[in-house]
């Protein structure tokens, strides 16, 4: 079946700018996870939902970033005044319930702010 | 909180040799382990975990990791490397709770010499 997409791929835009990415979960997964990915390092935890709501979003860095997945599906991450430290993959994982420890990795959205 | 340390940034291996990851964790309780792996341009690959019982995980791609509570240690091994396991290769440790958010280490780059 299809694992996890995110769309786009790779994002370029300007300082200051508003961004949106997306991500579709596996089908009847119910826990979907948001990840930033700096160069060389590991992925940092960003926000989790459990079906529609954010059951954790201790990780995102301040109010300029913020989530959705207003059908228990679909995700959108969304930048507002985007900064040039702000580039980054960004990453969306799912999983078929909160008590299921393995995640499924999407390919990432490449994010260059200049 | 929980952390992980990976202390070898690049490992570079002859093809066929054998291979050992090195990561180290910090964890209050027994931890949830996790190994994964990520080839350039793909998302994250889960290699094996451990949650309880033998310490000598099995995983996929003929890997291997092996849980030592005293050494506070989750090594991954490959007893013959092949060049198709040139990748970045990242190990996490979670714990219980609803969501069993991971933290990753910063992750350990393999290149494979022919």
């Known amino acids: 079946g299809a694992g996890v997409s995110q769309t786009p791929s790779n994002k370029v835009t300007e300082k200051g700018k508003y961004v949106e990415l997306r991500c579709d979960p596996i089908?009847?997964?119910?826990?979907l996870y948001w990840y930033r990915q700096s160069l060389g390092q590991g992925p940092e935890f960003l926000i989790y939902f459990q079906g529609t709501g954010a059951a954790d979003d201790s990780g995102l860095p301040n109010d300029r970033f913020f989530a959705v997945r207003p059908e228990g599906s679909v995700s959108t991450l969304k930048i507002q005044r985007t900064e040039r430290g702000d580039s980054a993959v960004y990453l969306c994982?799912?999983?078929?319930?909160?008590?299921?420890?393995?995640?499924?990795f999407g390919p990432g959205t490449r994010l260059t702010v200049l | 909180a929980q952390s992980v340390t990976q202390p070898d940034i690049h490992i570079t291996v002859s093809e066929g040799a054998s291979l050992e990851l090195r990561c180290n964790y910090s964890y209050g309780a027994t931890p949830y382990l996790f190994w994964y792996v990520q080839s350039p341009g793909q998302g994250l690959q889960l290699l094996l975990k451990y949650f309880s019982g033998d310490t000598l995980v099995q995983g996929i791609k003929g890997f291997e990791a092996e849980f030592k509570r005293s050494q506070s240690s989750f090594n991954l091994r490959k007893p013959s490397v092949h060049w198709s396991d040139a990748a970045e290769y990242f190990c996490?440790?979670?714990?219980?709770?609803?969501?069993?958010?991971?933290?990753f280490g910063r992750g350990t780059s393999l290149i494979v010499h022919p």
């Open positions: 994982a799912s999983s078929p319930g909160p008590q299921d420890n393995e995640q499924f």
């Open positions: 996490a440790v979670g714990g219980g709770g609803g969501s069993y958010i991971p933290t």
């Open positions: 089908s009847g997964h119910t826990a």
